[in-house]
Structures are given as C-alpha cells and as structure tokens.
C-alpha cells in the first residue's frame, strides 16, 4: 500500500499534534507547554511531577542536532537499583514532534542501573522531556531543549523494500568484561527501517507506510531487565544501551516485535569474573 503527498500532507495537518500555533522556544517556560500539559493530565492525572528531578535522573541530548533524523539521546540514573527504591518506568516526551509521546522504558531492580541511551528523530525545535516514575510512585522530570527540523519526515537510507528484506537482524552483546553482582554496560542493535510513514521514497515519489518496532523486551537468566514500548520517534535501525546484573552465567536474551506483527530475537552467553561491589563516590 502507498500513501500520495496530498494524503500524508492531509493527515499530517489534522492530526491532534499540530492544532497549535507555534513551536517551543528556547525562552519559553518547559512547564507551560500546550502539549505537554494536555499529555501530563491525561497520562499522570493528579500526581504532582517534580520538575527539579536531578537527584534522579538526568537527560543528555546535544542543543542542536547534527542530523535530526538520528539525535543522540543519554538518560540517565542518578542512583543504583535496588529491591526497596528502583526506577520503574521513563517516559520519553518529545513536544514538537508528530506524535510528542516516543513511548516508554521499563525497569526492575535486575537492571542494576535505570539508564538508557538510544538515538530519535526531532521534527522540530523543542523541549525534550524524560519523566521518571520510582517504585513509590513518586514522578521526576528533567528538559533539554533541542534545535532541530525534519527528522520524522526525512527520507529513509535505503529503498523501502529492500530495508524490509533485512530487516529483524539482531545484535546483542556486553560492552567489556562481565562482573558478578556489578551493573553491565549492554548495547542492543536491530536492523530495521523504522518508518514514521511522512517520509517520500525517493524512488517512487510515494509515501510508504509506517512500520517500526513497537516492543523490545529484554531479560538475563531469565528475569527481566529492560522493556521498552517505543514508536517511529526511534532512529532507523534502532539501538539501546543499558544496564543489568550478571549475578552468575546466564543468557543475556533480546525479543524484538513491530508493527507486522514480526518478531525478532538474539541471545548472547555472559559469564561474568567473580567479584565483590565496590562501593565509590556515586553510590555504584
């Protein structure tokens, strides 16, 4: 199925996302955005979310992005996870763009470490927002503002059937040595086309449809340590880093789905050295 210029052009101007008269800027008060008020009441209701969230997590994203189809983007964890205090849940919020609500990461107190990082598309100049939820239900947030334009609309690096054919491939692996009981730098890759559905084929002068990976579930010996419910906000080929707890030698397991329904997955052995925590300044 294809999509014509006029169709995406028509949907794009009807969608609930661009019924309001200008973008953010960098002056503006993050606090008071249009979008993100309606989001903020519609998905916490009545639960005060602090603004001043630093003690828990920090957000990382350049101020004017290199290429705004593939924005960098580092969340991260102020403190270590536990059984008794954990991070449960991030959103990711992005204002400016098509659909504002990229979706969100879960974790356990397996995950040893609640950071992520990964790489998004920015359509226009915006604030950034990440909103934590702890294991007591408290909510934090923490906003950049980034100069970009035309990431959700830019065209994609191959030609659409092509990107499908090889599309599912998955890479997992640990990022250096395994430490029993440490929190483990992990990076996730899935080669997939991630279409936003706005983008022309520059072949064919249509608009193809949109398909991306919508979940990823990621678990060690079995327990889960990271889930994330994403949409086309995510780069093409999409990748995550994060954290979990090799407490002895497991299967570090990724199971990917999209919007077809396909599922993907990969696997890798981790043998962690044995070793005791350390304890050091921050906490880890």
Request: neutral net charge.
């Amino acid at each position: 199925m294809t999509i014509t210029r006029r169709d995406a052009l028509t949907a794009l101007l009807t969608a609930p996302a661009f019924t309001y008269a200008y973008a953010n800027q960098p002056d503006d008060d993050p606090n008071k955005s249009v979008r993100w008020l309606d989001f903020k009441e519609g998905t916490f209701k009545d639960h005060p979310v602090d603004p001043h969230g630093d003690a828990v997590i920090k957000f990382q994203a350049p101020a004017r992005a290199a290429d705004a189809a593939v924005v960098p983007i580092s969340i991260i964890a102020q403190f270590p996870q536990t059984p008794s205090h954990y991070i449960r849940k991030i959103h990711l919020f992005i204002d400016e763009n098509p659909e504002p609500y990229a979706g969100y990461f879960e974790f356990t107190p397996e995950s040893g470490l609640a950071s992520i990082e990964t790489r998004v598309r920015v359509e226009d100049y915006t604030f950034m927002r990440v909103i934590a939820e702890t294991n007591d239900g408290h909510l934090y947030s923490a906003v950049r503002f980034i100069k970009a334009s035309g990431g959700c609309s830019a065209p994609a690096g191959k030609d659409d059937a092509a990107a499908e054919v090889t599309a599912g491939q998955v890479r997992l692996q640990a990022e250096g040595q395994a430490v029993a009981g440490r929190p483990q730098l992990a990076l996730l890759m899935v080669r997939h086309p991630n279409r936003t559905g706005m983008a022309m084929n520059q072949v064919t002068r249509n608009y193809a449809t949109a398909y991306f990976i919508r979940k990823v579930a990621v678990t060690y010996a079995d327990k889960p340590v990271m889930t994330a419910n994403v949409n086309f906000t995510i780069s093409e080929n999409p990748n995550f880093r994060f954290y979990f707890v090799p407490r002895a030698s497991g299967e570090l397991k990724a199971h990917v789905e999209d919007t077809k329904n396909k599922q993907f997955d990969g696997a890798v052995a981790i043998n962690p050295q044995p070793g005791v925590q350390k304890t050091s300044s921050n906490g880890l």
